[in-house]
């Protein structure tokens, strides 16, 4: 018979968590300990998980710090905690997360059970066609940045559960191991790849942005996903009161807003005249500005839309690269596409769903990648680039299915 706990987690709540953490895969924390390590001995782990959760005596280890190289040139640090404390998180996760999406706005799309970046895209392509200023927001370093008593004084309006607030402040303390080993202390911020984490700084932002813009401008519809977002104005004198009271508002609760990626944007179209220096913008990996489009009848006109951004397809054909496709000429196009098409059919997934043929032009930079692998695995095709380019061709009519991308190419909607 197991003794009294005194906080009121239960075994379930551990294994259900486990199997969370599980579905999501993930690293190795500080201690290099691996899923299938953890699960070589899952039971007594789980256990003794248990066991420190329920009697309070759980202490999160340190937080691994990795550097996850970013488009533009730069990397984001991300904290990667052990697999027991992913676990931990998890429960702490599945406690709080349903009273908070209670009161969690309904546009804020990021990280949220039943919401994506694709209702966040068409909201704001819907408020762009009916409103003709745009302020674009992104906040500096936000992760690095909360403030943990604000957050902290959050959480409490929504729990007075002990071991939920015993464990949060024990995350938010916890130390950072850098790559060369050492150990950094923290007093502000909640590490970004820590599972309970985009919780938190939802819940920050609910109350930093989202309950306050809901409460002074009531009248500007917005999008927020994490800490991007875009503010939807009447008139460029709106917008550019909005930006300033803004700034001053990330700062009172100890925030800055980027300097170079928070601005003012007009969104110029057939029916919009005036002229503005910025009249485009980047929001979850799309680009808003004047496109050509068709209505019903077949006849041309601008109108402001989404498609996918440079730097998004700049990223892609980087990864492509880094493929070596060309090398790989021991392989068969069947090998080649099952070795790729998960990743193609998320590009195309998520980058299709506005403007499709925007994305066009990228999807034919990877047939040019297997065009040149065709000139080096078959000797017919060797120096020959433009009949291996028809010889492709040929194959993917004939078989569209062989790789993800080609039913859009050369398919019938192609």
């Known amino acids: 018979m197991n003794p009294v706990k005194p906080y009121p987690i239960s075994k379930r709540q551990v294994w259900e968590a486990y199997k969370r953490v599980k579905a999501n895969r993930g690293g190795a924390g500080v201690d290099e300990q691996s ?19 329920a009697s309070g005596s759980y202490q999160p280890p340190p937080v691994k710090r990795v550097e996850i190289p970013k488009a533009n040139g730069g990397t984001r640090p991300l904290g990667v905690p052990t697999v027991a404390d992913r676990i931990a998180q998890t429960v702490v996760k599945q406690a709080l ?19 994506s970046a694709h209702q966040a895209l068409a909201a704001a392509r819907s408020r762009c066609w009916r409103h003709d200023w745009v302020v674009e927001f992104d906040i500096k370093g936000y992760f690095d940045n909360i403030d943990h008593d604000l957050l902290m004084r959050a959480v409490r309006r929504h729990t007075q559960e002990k071991w939920v607030l015993l ?9 950072v191991q850098m790559p060369d080993g050492s150990q950094r202390q923290r007093d502000r911020g909640t590490p970004q790849g820590g599972v309970v984490s985009p919780l938190l700084a939802n819940l920050f932002l609910h109350y930093t942005f989202d309950k306050w813009m809901s409460r002074h401008h009531p009248h500007i519809p917005f999008e927020r996903y994490a800490d ?6 009447r008139s460029r004198k709106q917008a550019e009161m909005l930006k300033a009271v803004l ?24 029916d919009r005249r005036g002229e503005f220096a910025v009249t485009s913008f980047d929001f979850l990996g799309y680009t808003f500005r004047a496109r050509r489009s068709k209505n019903r009848y077949g006849k041309a006109f601008i109108n402001f839309s989404p498609a996918i951004s440079n730097k998004a397809a700049k990223a892609i054909r980087q990864e492509v690269r880094g493929w070596g496709l060309q090398r790989r000429s021991d392989k068969t196009l069947e090998d080649l ?3 790729f098409n998960a990743i193609i059919r998320g590009w195309i997934g998520y980058y299709s769903a506005f403007y499709k043929s925007a994305l066009y032009p990228t999807l034919r930079h990877l047939d040019r990648k297997l065009v040149l692998w065709a000139t080096r695995k078959f000797k017919r095709l060797r120096g020959h680039r433009r009949r291996a380019s028809h010889w492709l061709a040929g194959v993917a009519r004939r078989q569209l299915g062989l790789f993800a991308h080609w039913r859009l190419l050369y398919g019938q909607a192609g």
């Open 247 to 270: 700034e001053r508002r990330f700062a009172e609760c100890g925030l800055e807003l980027h300097p170079l990626k928070t601005r003012i944007i007009y969104c110029k179209d057939d």
């Open 97 to 115: 997360e349903p009273e908070l999406e209670n009161h969690f706005h309904p546009d804020s799309y990021g990280y949220r059970p039943g919401r």
């Open 167 to 175: 464990y949060i402040e024990r995350w938010l303390r916890a130390p």
């Open 337 to 339: 596409g099952r070795m």
């Open 228 to 233: 991007d977002g875009v503010a939807h104005c």
């Open 35 to 53: 899923l299938e390590a953890f699960d070589r001995n899952l039971v007594d782990n789980l256990y003794k998980l248990w066991n420190r959760l």
